[in-house]
């Protein structure tokens, strides 16, 4: 079992910046695929960003260019840097990781963290 312990969220205005944490209770952190994901209220849960074990990363259109994930696998710790944050990024953003070694598939979610920007 693995635990996922997300941080970072709260309220910012449109245009400011907030980055989020997600620390991992695992061993070999870097052999897993881990992510992002997040939910606005009334919207089904869509991916935001994802980290692979060979340093690829993959965003969702609307993020390009405004959010970077990264990955420190020293601390078992999972990135996320939401800059020019718009109205439209209000979300409860969640973290998930990989079951299986090197595969793209995800099995573990944190609690989540309520991210929201104002107008």
């Known amino acids: 079992q693995v635990q996922l312990v997300e941080s970072g969220g709260g309220l910012v205005q449109a245009g400011g910046s907030l980055r989020l944490s997600c620390v991992a209770s695992r061993r070999t952190f870097n052999w897993y695929h881990m992510a992002w994901f997040r939910q606005a209220p009334g919207k089904e849960r869509e991916f935001v960003s994802e980290?692979?074990?060979?340093?690829?990363?993959y965003y969702t259109d609307s993020v390009k260019g405004r959010f970077t994930i990264t990955r420190d696998n020293t601390k078992n710790t999972l990135y996320l840097q939401m800059n020019s944050l718009k109205p439209e990024d209000t979300a409860v953003y969640y973290c998930a990781a990989g079951g299986t070694p090197f595969v793209k598939k995800y099995d573990y979610w944190g609690q989540g963290t309520q991210v929201t920007v104002s107008s």
């Open positions: 980290s692979s074990p060979d340093g690829t990363t």
